[in-house]
């Protein structure tokens, strides 16, 4: 059963902070791992597609990273523009599921 | 610039069915797979499934195999997705977005302005 296990399903941390978010694959899928982001009431924006490849016009302070089948993103400093749900998403291939999603706060 | 415009939203009784659209422009319809996404209230982005229009090959997600069918008319660059026997747990805004071209890989960079299914007796 394929598989996409994301976390933490939230979070809060200070302005400034370092967040680091998790996702697991259940089965290898190269470096094809997006993350998105979604504010409220707006359709999802990639950030990082290829697991490590910043979208043109993502701020630097976002950055991803690949262990075999687990995936990161941190943002290096959290800034209160960054309030938002962030997904995971494989997408080498059908089924291109998203992980469950992380909810980022400002403490 | 690639547009894709949803239909308006839907509310339905349980055991019916829903028919959504989703018009293309700003780019060649049938070069791109168009894939369904949905979001229930307060809940993550769940995968539905896609459709090739060019072929009109599709593959859905295990979860709804049965009820989902994804069509597209190349004619008039427009995908439709028909979920049947709806339940209250259908309850979602339903998004469709444009995948990768010609098959390869690819996140998914346009969305539609999502489609609000509401299931209630």
């Known amino acids: 059963d394929i598989q996409m296990i994301q976390s933490p399903s939230s979070l809060s941390a200070s302005v400034g902070d370092r967040v680091t978010i998790t996702c697991r694959a259940s089965?290898?899928?190269?470096?094809?791992l997006a993350w998105y982001q979604q504010k409220p009431g707006k359709v999802p924006k990639v950030l990082i597609y290829?697991?490590?490849t910043l979208r043109s016009g993502v701020p630097s302070r976002f950055s991803g990273s690949r262990s075999g089948t687990e995936f990161t993103l941190t943002i290096s400093s959290l800034q209160p523009e960054d309030v938002a749900t962030y997904y995971c998403q494989r997408y080498i291939s059908a089924p291109q599921m998203f992980g469950q999603g992380t909810k980022v706060e400002i403490k | 610039q690639v547009q894709l415009v949803q239909s308006g939203a839907e509310v339905k009784k349980p055991g019916a069915s829903v028919k959504v659209s989703c018009k293309a422009s700003?780019?060649?319809?049938?070069?791109?797979?168009i894939h369904w996404v949905r979001q229930a209230p307060g809940q993550g982005l769940e995968w539905m499934g896609r459709i090739n229009p060019n072929s009109g090959g599709t593959v859905y997600a295990q979860k709804l195999q049965g009820r989902v069918t994804m069509t597209g008319d190349t004619s008039i660059s427009t995908a439709y997705m028909e979920l049947i026997s709806l339940t209250s747990d259908d309850t979602a805004l339903y998004f469709c977005?444009?995948?990768?071209?010609?098959?390869?890989?690819?996140?998914?960079?346009?969305w539609g302005q999502g489609t609000l299914v509401t299931v209630s007796s």
């Open positions: 290829a697991a490590s």
């Open positions: 089965q290898d899928i190269s470096n094809y």
């Open positions: 977005a444009r995948g990768g071209g010609h098959g390869v890989p690819a996140t998914f960079d346009d």
């Open positions: 700003g780019y060649t319809f049938r070069d791109y797979y």
